[in-house]
């Protein structure tokens, strides 16, 4: 069963002396309802269910009123609306549910124009908001051309007969091949030591795009660039996703599996931002992060940094 909880209070410093220009993102949220001008949309995937299933360390359900509270007292330099959708909670181990009800929400948000920005939670989220932006897309297009982008140490196509942490691009993969539409996946920050010989035989066999975590230098800067500039270009609609775990460890500890090297923060968010500036952004998401796990809320707060990076 799953279930859409109630919206996490967002509590922050308030600047009153220095008016409306210092106001906060607490201070501009509101809960999303119906009929609203279309803005931006934040909604949770309450689950560590399929951290659970591919054998990680369980927490991350906690992961989405992290990210509310890391946000709450960032500064806020927009002008359109910010909602809070509130989260989907996996109940018991029905993620299955849970994927379909998320689903279901993100889609209704897409048809009502707000940019979803979903917060995680495993990173089962993946194939939840790919499902949820191709019900939207498929009500307009009959093959519309999605592009994931995954910023990830994990290629996270790992065969299984259950929905995992582990599986969501695979099951992507397959629902494309069942809708007749492309599998376009680029995956940036790959790690070469935590992902089988098996999974980089299975990404040959999908034709995913990849670079290394050790291809992802300052100094390679323009050649990352080109290289995400190529995926961009040859689809239609982006549904981007960063996995905390591709961030290395001392940036990030509060992950399932903390990364030995990973790629640095001023990577991943440029890239983010380069990502966004194409102009085919449908849906985003932050998964993987896990509370229990965390260290004076570093892991929080670059992913609340993340997100606000795709709205600022």
Same mark, same amino acid.
């Given at each position: 069963m799953?279930?859409?909880?109630?919206?996490?209070?967002?509590?922050? #410093?308030?600047d009153?002396?220095?008016?409306?220009?210092?106001? +906060?993102?607490?201070?501009?949220?509101q &809960?999303?309802?119906?009929? !609203?001008p %279309?803005?931006?949309?934040?909604?949770?995937? %309450?689950?560590?269910e399929?951290?659970?299933?591919?054998?990680?360390?369980?927490?991350?359900?906690?992961?989405?009123?992290?990210?509310?509270?890391?946000?709450?007292?960032?500064?806020?330099?927009?002008?359109? &609306?910010? =909602?809070?959708?509130?989260?989907?909670?996996?109940?018991?181990n029905?993620?299955?549910?849970?994927?379909? %009800?998320?689903?279901?929400?993100?889609?209704?948000?897409?048809?009502?124009?707000?940019?979803?920005?979903?917060l995680?939670?495993?990173?089962?989220?993946?194939?939840?908001?790919?499902?949820?932006l191709?019900?939207?897309?498929?009500?307009?297009?009959?093959?519309?051309?999605?592009?994931?982008?995954n910023?990830?140490?994990h290629?996270?196509?790992?065969?299984?007969e259950?929905?995992?942490?582990?599986?969501?691009? +695979?099951?992507?993969?397959?629902?494309?091949?069942?809708?007749?539409m492309?599998?376009?996946?680029?995956?940036?920050?790959?790690?070469?030591?935590?992902?089988?010989?098996?999974?980089?035989?299975?990404?040959? !066999?999908?034709?995913? #795009? =990849?670079?290394l975590? #050790?291809?992802?230098? &300052?100094?390679?800067?323009?050649?990352?660039?080109a290289?995400?500039?190529?995926?961009?270009?040859?689809?239609?609609?982006?549904?981007?996703?960063?996995?905390?775990?591709?961030?290395?460890?001392? !940036?990030?500890p509060?992950?399932?599996?903390?990364?030995?090297?990973?790629?640095?923060?001023?990577?991943?968010?440029?890239l983010? +931002?380069?990502?966004?500036?194409?102009?085919?952004?449908?849906? %985003?998401?932050?998964?993987?992060l896990?509370?229990?796990?965390? !260290?004076?809320? +570093?892991?929080?707060?670059?992913?609340?940094?993340?997100?606000?990076?795709?709205?600022?």
């Amino acid at each position: 069963m799953t279930t859409l909880t109630a919206v996490s209070p967002w509590q922050g #410093r308030i600047d009153a002396g220095e008016g409306l220009a210092a106001r +906060r993102w607490h201070q501009w949220v509101q &809960p999303s309802r119906a009929g !609203q001008p %279309a803005g931006v949309a934040l909604l949770g995937l %309450a689950s560590d269910e399929g951290v659970v299933r591919n054998q990680g360390r369980s927490g991350a359900r906690q992961g989405p009123p992290a990210l509310r509270k890391a946000l709450a007292n960032l500064a806020w330099h927009g002008e359109q &609306p910010l =909602y809070d959708a509130g989260d989907i909670a996996c109940l018991g181990n029905d993620l299955e549910g849970a994927q379909l %009800a998320y689903a279901d929400c993100v889609s209704q948000l897409l048809d009502d124009g707000h940019l979803p920005l979903g917060l995680g939670g495993g990173h089962e989220i993946a194939f939840a908001s790919f499902l949820g932006l191709a019900q939207h897309l498929r009500r307009h297009e009959a093959r519309p051309r999605i592009g994931v982008l995954n910023f990830d140490a994990h290629f996270d196509l790992r065969h299984a007969e259950r929905s995992s942490s582990g599986t969501p691009f +695979r099951q992507i993969a397959e629902y494309c091949q069942q809708a007749d539409m492309a599998f376009d996946y680029c995956c940036l920050g790959v790690s070469r030591f935590n992902n089988t010989q098996a999974l980089f035989e299975q990404a040959a !066999q999908l034709n995913v #795009r =990849y670079l290394l975590d #050790r291809q992802m230098q &300052p100094w390679q800067m323009p050649d990352v660039e080109a290289y995400l500039d190529t995926f961009l270009a040859g689809i239609d609609h982006l549904y981007l996703t960063l996995c905390l775990d591709v961030l290395p460890a001392a !940036q990030a500890p509060g992950v399932s599996a903390p990364s030995a090297h990973g790629v640095d923060l001023l990577l991943v968010e440029h890239l983010a +931002r380069r990502a966004r500036a194409s102009g085919k952004l449908r849906m %985003a998401d932050v998964a993987e992060l896990n509370p229990s796990l965390d !260290q004076d809320n +570093r892991t929080a707060r670059i992913g609340a940094r993340l997100l606000a990076s795709l709205v600022d």
